[in-house]
């Protein structure tokens, strides 16, 4: 089968290879698909770089989420039967950017009939990174102001959707008028491109001195700095990530003297520590998405062919939405 390999780290487009490998099997407990889509998403970028909290042995498939067609099934599998249609996350160092892919079952979840597979593809990471930030870690509330720090990229654009879906009033950041665009169309109340507008003062005079009850911040640096001067009496600044390259230093006392609470998440340690509450969050996300309340907005759909250069464009922040390959 076809498959992209990271023989060597480095830049995506520099690394990634188009390979011809051995298909894999599924073993006890396992599921394998044929990759029907599998998004772009940041960790593919720092896989490819070396700098993912998972370092899979050199070579590797990278790809951390997929939909896809069961076509075999391990011992003990009874969560999916050959014929279904899944979403999930296929087990490293064979990722999604492949032709056929292996799924633990407990990764494996059926694909909601209301997305198509590009956009059912897109539904684990991001949307569950989202749900758990603010359903879970800093219990969003109807009524509350949420601030999405990179309103149109995979997790920050989940967040829009979920928040908008509570029944918050959403003002997203972002880099550049077509992400400006990406971000209306989500349904987000407020957009503020970053490069030419200071956040800051535009969501004290938007809230009128509230300030945000809910940061969602997965970009760290001069975002998390500006979010502490615009913060809400009681509010939360969750940390997702820290996609703009700088790892913040909070200032306590600051936090302290204003009141506010910086929460973190790592949506990976629920796979060990909650397995069923991904379960439920799942289900969720299903009836939301039934509803027509959660729908990932897909930009590109692109054959596997082009997987190196959308890696590429996506850790150059230049790409806009959500990017899918389609084998």
Request: aromatic share 6%.
């Amino acid at each position: 089968m076809k498959a992209w390999q990271v023989h060597e780290l480095g830049e995506p487009r520099d690394v990634l290879k188009l390979d011809d490998v051995a298909e894999p099997e599924p073993a006890a407990g396992q599921v394998k698909v044929k990759v029907l889509a599998a998004p772009a998403n940041f960790p593919d970028v720092l896989l490819c770089r070396g700098e993912y909290q998972v370092k899979p042995p050199l070579p590797f498939t990278p790809g951390v989420e997929l939909c896809g067609e069961v076509v075999a099934v391990g011992a003990g599998v009874t969560r999916a039967a050959v014929g279904d249609r899944v979403v999930g996350n296929p087990i490293l160092p064979g990722g999604a950017f492949a032709e056929y892919a292996v799924l633990p079952q407990e990764s494996t979840f059926a694909a909601p009939s209301a997305l198509d597979d590009a956009e059912a593809s897109a539904l684990t990471i991001g949307y569950q990174t989202a749900w758990f930030a603010l359903h879970r870690r800093t219990q969003i509330r109807e009524g509350d102001y949420l601030l999405v720090h990179a309103a149109a990229g995979g997790v920050g654009s989940a967040a829009v959707q979920l928040g908008k879906a509570a029944g918050a009033t959403v003002i997203g950041v972002v880099g550049g008028p077509a992400k400006a665009k990406y971000a209306q169309d989500l349904g987000a109340d407020l957009v503020i491109d970053r490069h030419s507008e200071d956040f800051v003062p535009i969501v004290k005079e938007f809230t009128k001195g509230h300030g945000a009850d809910i940061v969602f911040d997965p970009v760290g640096g001069d975002a998390y700095n500006g979010s502490t001067k615009c913060i809400a009496f009681e509010g939360r600044i969750v940390i997702i990530g820290f996609a703009g390259g700088t790892i913040p230093r909070p200032a306590l006392n600051h936090a302290l003297i204003k009141n506010y609470s910086i929460v973190g998440l790592h949506w990976g340690l629920y796979h060990a520590k909650g397995p069923q509450v991904i379960d439920e969050c799942h289900v969720e996300l299903t009836r939301l998405a039934d509803k027509g309340l959660v729908k990932p907005l897909i930009s590109e759909r692109l054959p596997l062919t082009e997987v190196a250069d959308g890696i590429g464009r996506l850790g150059d922040g230049s790409t806009v939405g959500r990017v899918v390959f389609q084998p």
